[in-house]
């Protein structure tokens, strides 16, 4: 299985971005972020066919994760971006029946994009 995160960058506060992962629909897929010096962190995700999201409390209202199951492409929209988003995201993939918000269900992992808030 393979993932790639896209679509980081750097955004001043307030801003937005879209990040993209390559992903079969096979998988329930996550985003998680790591902050410089601190854990990887869960952020959101979403069932197989993105009738079930699940979000942490930091993103909650300013994220939003679905999927295209047509392009193999599960998204992540970062609305009103804080400083304190700033880390390295990452997608994974699991083949949990639920859609877990913890690392260690998450069997693969991609490569992760930096996101960049400026305040």
């Known amino acids: 299985v393979q993932l790639q995160a896209s679509g980081g960058g750097l955004v001043q506060a307030g801003g937005f971005l879209r990040l993209s992962c390559s992903a079969s629909?096979?998988?329930?897929v996550g985003w998680f972020r790591q902050a410089p010096g601190k854990e990887r962190e869960f952020a959101a995700a979403?069932?197989?066919?993105?009738?079930?999201?699940n979000y942490s409390d930091s993103v909650k209202g300013r994220f939003t994760v679905s999927r295209d199951n047509t392009k193999d492409t599960v998204y992540l929209q970062m609305n009103s971006l804080k400083p304190e988003d700033t880390a390295v995201y990452y997608c994974?993939?699991?083949?949990?029946?639920?859609?877990?918000?913890?690392?260690?269900?998450?069997?693969?992992w991609g490569q992760g994009t930096q996101v960049t808030v400026s305040s």
């Open positions: 994974a993939a699991s083949r949990w029946s639920s859609v877990p918000t913890t690392i260690a269900p998450y069997d693969f």
């Open positions: 979403i069932s197989r066919r993105g009738g079930i999201v």
């Open positions: 629909s096979t998988y329930v």
